[in-house]
């Protein structure tokens, strides 16, 4: 135990805290977890977080951070790297050049070693001030990848191209008399929203809320499936921060009371994204969400996104038919189109003329034709799909189908001749077929055209931090399922590489239906999705999604947490 854990060790049980039975079991666990005393006293619930920091502010004389006065400087990060920031477990937040003072944000103040190195490498003298386990997660963030931007992430910032090859038609608003950049100082502004983009980037975020409250900005990312809320700029910037993703997006920033919809893309170093925004009127102004794709991502292969081998091999096989329909089904942000995108890879070769049509274009890939649909000059997926099929296809993706006429012509196309690709939302697999009888297709068709049915979701992945535990009898046995005798059950820690969520990326759970003769032959009949299922597991062993989920749960990959809300998402 160190010095500065010996102090908070012995404050505690002098104040009745805890006892040194407590004490003694933390320690014992540091070991396989490497967590300071105070967290692994927090995580096991031997203390409450807010009353710790309560006796150890008036313990230590130590003040607790206060976001109001203790104002983020932009230059800190010249004092402190990330990496020192994660090994000190300290966050840089002002500096005092005059009188030498460097002020950081810490959750373990009592070890005073730490300031002694960082004041003989900063040169400056370190004031500490507490701050919670979350305090310092948005604070690292929002030094390191935010504002107060590392120089790496500075540059990144300032090399942000804006490609217009996405961008609608020039808006005439764009030089609205509403909106003078000189006046607005728009260089700064620019700066800052560029300053946003990366940051989510970095992260990995997959959509950006920018919300207006009444006297402040609520600005979150979603990674991982799951909304954080980052520091936000301040209030009596909104307006210009709205009117410059506005511009990028090519909407009317003279119009702010009806909803808008628009796209850019941006090159972020090597990195090029695809950004889909929305503005919504609300009372306190207009509510904007950006949709992140990276366009690196659209080159996963079938065994990176998670699939089993045994369901791999019957895709590969199935690819191989030279008509039919491939349908991917699942709730919106399961990954359907990056699933059909890594099967459009396969078959990506000059001898085969691939068209999609979709709304958004997610992924950009070379050699297929792309087409975006576009309502306003009155192409809908309907229309688009009979222009395509007299462009001779091999293959097509539909984006999505959502109505009889779509499903009606896309069962044609198969039915002619074509391998189709598409999306439907239902909640599995054996649900595909019923609906599109529901759509208004033809029994018969569905059962003709339809090959296979993918039901998909994502969780998070554990990070590396997790921490390997036994869970009770109870809880495994509401699976239904068998323990293998190798099964490594993991659950979420936290640590500064994840933010402290205990999880870091995502994994993909599968089904893969085969449609054959049996199930053919419910369709007909009108049966359901439950006796579809059944038929599927009893005739050649179907793998259901509960399957595929638990046997990455017995891997350590996700918890059993996360597995069970996919499993009833």
């Not at 699933?339 to 396969?346: D, G, H, K, N, Q």
């Not at 085969?352 to 997926?381: C, S, W």
């Not at 239904?480 to 059950?489: H, I, N, W, Y």
């Not at 085969?514 to 038929?535: A, N, V």
Request: aromatic content about 6%; proline content about 5%; hydrophobic content about 40%.
């Amino acid at each position: 135990m160190s010095s500065g854990d010996k102090r908070l060790s012995k404050a505690l049980v002098q104040t009745g805290f805890v006892t040194q039975k407590d004490i003694d079991s933390a320690i014992e666990k540091q070991e396989s977890t490497n967590l300071p005393l105070s967290d692994q006293l927090i995580k096991d619930k031997v203390i409450d977080e807010e009353a710790f920091l309560a006796l150890i502010s008036q313990k230590f004389s130590i003040p607790r951070y206060n976001p109001q006065k203790h104002v983020i400087d932009i230059e800190v990060t010249d004092t402190i790297n990330s990496e020192q920031s994660k090994t000190l477990n300290v966050v840089p937040i002002q500096i005092q050049h005059m009188h030498r003072i460097l002020t950081v944000a810490t959750t373990t103040p009592w070890l005073y070693e730490k300031f002694d190195s960082l004041e003989l490498s900063s040169g400056f003298r370190v004031e500490p001030v507490l701050c919670s386990t979350e305090e310092y997660r948005k604070l690292f963030s929002a030094v390191y990848y935010g504002n107060g931007a590392s120089s790496d992430i500075q540059e990144l910032t300032e090399e942000v191209v804006v490609d217009d090859e996405e961008k609608p038609e020039e808006s005439s608003a764009e030089s609205s008399d509403n909106f003078n950049v000189e006046e607005s100082d728009e260089a700064p502004i620019v700066h800052l929203v560029n300053s946003i983009l990366v940051r989510a980037v970095q992260e990995k975020a997959s959509d950006i809320h920018i919300g207006p409250e009444k006297n402040y900005i609520q600005l979150r990312f979603r990674v991982d499936g799951k909304l954080r809320e980052v520091p936000p700029p301040p209030r009596n910037v909104f307006g210009l921060i709205v009117s410059r993703i506005k511009i990028m997006a090519g909407l009317d920033i003279s119009s702010s009371l009806v909803p808008q919809d628009g796209r850019f893309s941006i090159r972020v170093g090597e990195r090029e994204v695809s950004i889909r925004v929305s503005t919504l009127p609300t009372i306190y102004g207009e509510n904007i969400v950006m949709r992140l794709l990276d366009q690196s991502t659209g080159g996963i292969t079938l065994q990176q996104l998670g699939f089993a081998a045994s369901e791999l091999a019957k895709i590969e096989r199935l690819l191989k038919l030279p008509y039919g329909m491939v349908l991917s089904s699942g709730p919106t942000g399961s990954g359907k189109s990056t699933s059909l995108y890594s099967m459009l890879r396969i078959l990506n070769t000059p001898d085969t003329n691939i068209i999609t049509l979709e709304d958004p274009i997610e992924y950009r890939v070379p050699g297929l034709r792309q087409i975006q649909l576009n309502t306003k000059a009155g192409m809908t997926f309907a229309s688009g799909l009979r222009s395509i099929l007299r462009q001779d296809p091999d293959t097509v993706l539909v984006g999505e189908i959502r109505d009889g006429e779509t499903a009606s012509i896309a069962m044609q196309a198969a039915l002619t001749g074509h391998l189709v690709f598409s999306t439907v939302h239902t909640n599995d697999a054996a649900g595909v077929p019923t609906r599109f009888v529901d759509m208004g297709v033809e029994p018969f068709l569905v059962s003709s055209v339809l090959q296979v049915c993918i039901g998909q979701r994502l969780a998070r992945r554990l990070c590396k931090c997790a921490e390997q535990y036994i869970p009770s009898q109870n809880v495994l046995e509401r699976w239904g399922l068998d323990v293998p005798e190798d099964a490594v059950f993991k659950k979420a820690v936290g640590c500064p590489d994840c933010f402290h969520s205990g999880y870091a990326g995502r994994v993909g759970f599968f089904e893969v239906l085969e449609i054959t003769d049996p199930i053919r032959e419910i369709i007909m009949s009108g049966g359901t999705s439950l006796d579809i299922i059944k038929m599927a597991i009893s005739s050649m062993g179907h793998r259901t999604m509960k399957v595929d989920v638990f046997e990455k749960v017995c891997s350590g990959i996700t918890s059993l947490e996360e597995a069970a809300f996919a499993v009833l998402m």
